[in-house]
C-alpha cells in the first residue's frame, strides 16, 4: 500500500539531526559495500528546455530500495507558474517491494 508524504509531512517526522544519522548510516553502508548507488541517468529534452535525472539506490541494511527522480524545466516558470526544478523519491520495502 503506498503511502504519499509531502515536504510539510516529511519535515514534522524528522529533524535535521535524524537526518544527518542517517545519511551519516547510508553513506557508511556505501563505503562498505552494503549500499549500491550506480551513476544517475540523465535525459536531455531540448524540445522543451529541460532535461530528467533518474538515480536508484538500494541501502541492504536498512531493507529499502529507492530512485530519486528529478525535472528541470527552464521555462517552467514563466510558461506555467511552476518551479522550474521538481523532484519525487520513491521507496520501497527490499523484500516486498
Do not use: C
Request: charge should be negative; proline fraction near 6%; charged fraction near 20%.
Amino acid at each position: 500500500m503506498a503511502l504519499l508524504l509531502n515536504r510539510e509531512t516529511i519535515q514534522g517526522l524528522l529533524t535535521m539531526s535524524d537526518t544527518i544519522a542517517l545519511l551519516e548510516r547510508a553513506f557508511g553502508d556505501l563505503a562498505s559495500g552494503e549500499a549500491a548507488m550506480p551513476p544517475r541517468t540523465v535525459m536531455a529534452d531540448p524540445d522543451n528546455n529541460g532535461w530528467y535525472a533518474f538515480m536508484p539506490a538500494h541501502i541492504k541494511g536498512m531493507g529499502t530500495i529507492g530512485i530519486k527522480a528529478v525535472t528541470v524545466f527552464k521555462d517552467n516558470p514563466a510558461k506555467f507558474d511552476m518551479p522550474s526544478t521538481l523532484a519525487s523519491i520513491i521507496l520501497l520495502d527490499v523484500q516486498t517491494g
